[in-house]
């Protein structure tokens, strides 16, 4: 038996020893220059995935120096977690990522970019949370879960 479901969220990083990071939109981790990360062997799926030069990069609206592939990624890494972690008005984030890059966890990136998108449910009705991907796996919480005697 194969089971398979959607995440509940999720973010794209690359790992910090990566010597091209500069060269990927900051948030769906695209080559932004053109190039293949495999070479000329490269499948045309990812070929295709490619953004090619002369199709315009999307810059952070702040000048932090974070690059997109399309208007659409800058938008979702906007409202997903960039708004509030970018580095040119968060001074708190930089020591952070600082941090971050010198335990070589990346994981802690992906769980900041996690914890910033819960921010749009603070203020949210019930029809807003139903609405988020989380809710299937929801609960009341435990202690009204049980049955009294």
Not at 59 to 85: F, K, T
Request: glycine letters at 6%.
């Amino acid at each position: 038996i194969l089971l398979e479901e959607d995440p509940v969220c999720g973010t794209a990083v690359l790992m910090f020893d990566e010597p091209r990071a500069a060269k990927h939109c900051a948030h769906c981790t695209v080559r932004l220059d053109g190039q293949d990360s495999n070479g000329p062997e490269a499948s045309a799926t990812a070929t295709a995935a490619t953004v090619h030069k002369d199709e315009g990069l999307h810059w952070c609206p702040r000048a932090c120096g974070a690059a997109y592939c399309s208007g659409a990624c800058l938008d979702d890494a906007w409202w997903a977690h960039h708004e509030a972690l970018c580095p040119a008005t968060n001074k708190a984030w930089v020591a952070f990522e600082d941090h971050a890059r010198q335990c070589a966890n990346e994981y802690y990136i992906l769980a900041a970019r996690a914890l910033a998108s819960l921010r749009h449910i603070a203020g949210a009705g019930v029809a807003e949370m139903e609405a988020q991907p989380w809710k299937e796996y929801a609960a009341r919480p435990w202690w009204e879960t049980l049955r009294r005697l």
